[in-house]
T-cell receptor
Framework: DVKVTQSSRYLVKRTGEKVFLECVQD?????MFWYRQDPGLGLRLIYFSYDVKMKEKGDIPEGYSVSREKKERFSLILESASTNQTSMYLC?????????????FGPGTRLTVL | KNQVEQSPQSLIILEGKNCTLQCNYTVSPFSNLRWYKQDTGRGPVSLTIMTFSENTKSNGRYTATLDADTKQSSLHITASQLSDSASFICVVSAGGNYQLIWGAGTKLIIKP
């Protein structure tokens, strides 16, 4: 079974704080993704990585950065948290096998920025 | 603009009944269409993936259909169970995992 874990289920931070969200997968997947999910909207891709130290911007990268130093770990960084970054953050991973790669998701981190 | 629209937004049915969820998309180019199930407080879990040449795919009591001509998909749930209470999300790929367009989901509630 693929397992994707995220460091926290719930997180409360103050405006201006630096926030780290960690994601670890145990299936040796090349690809890893960070999404945010807000009520009434579809998942929106923040960043993705297709290899160690490689990263690509998704649809909404502003205010975020990422780090992938090891294949199994993908970190999302909020340099200076703002209230509009209050959201559910979902990490996913996948193995590249063509155009029908299944993404496996972690349980999510619900971040509240006060 | 690439879009995926799902209907209804929410649905309440009695346990044991069948239901059908709808997905309309305007995505180009089209690569594949996926249905995910997301339990409350959890990440989405893949149910089915269909390419343009497939018009139906089943996963247990879940059957997805795809009409690439009309750009519509449906997810039919047979003999619903309380564990089907979840959000069901339609996702269309414009080319691999990096170009996924996610619908907002249909929230399904099964009442005993």
């Amino acid at each position: 079974d693929v397992k994707v874990t995220q460091s926290s289920r719930y997180l409360v931070k103050r405006t201006g704080e630096k926030v780290f969200l960690e994601c670890v997968q145990d299936m040796d997947h090349e690809n890893m993704f960070w999404y945010r999910q807000d009520p009434g909207l579809g998942l929106r891709l923040i960043y993705f990585s297709y290899d160690v130290k490689m990263k690509e911007k998704g649809d909404i990268p502003e205010g975020y950065s990422v780090s992938r130093e090891k294949k199994e770990r993908f970190s999302l960084i909020l340099e200076s948290a703002s209230t509009n970054q209050t959201s559910m953050y979902l990490c996913a991973s996948s193995y590249t096998s063509g155009y029908t790669d299944t993404q496996y998701f972690g349980p999510g981190t619900r971040l509240t920025v006060l | 603009k690439n879009q995926v629209e799902q209907s209804p937004q929410s649905l309440i049915i009695l346990e044991g009944k069948n239901c059908t969820l709808q997905c309309n998309y305007t995505v180009s180019p089209f690569s594949n269409l996926r249905w995910y199930k997301q339990d409350t407080g959890r990440g989405p879990v893949s149910l089915t993936i269909m390419t343009f040449s497939e018009n139906t795919k089943s996963n247990g009591r879940y059957t997805a259909t795809l009409d690439a001509d009309t750009k519509q998909s449906s997810l039919h749930i047979t003999a619903s169970q309380l564990s089907d209470s979840a959000s069901f999300i339609c996702v269309v790929s414009a080319g691999g995992n990096y170009q996924l367009i996610w619908g907002a989901g249909t929230k399904l509630i099964i009442k005993p």
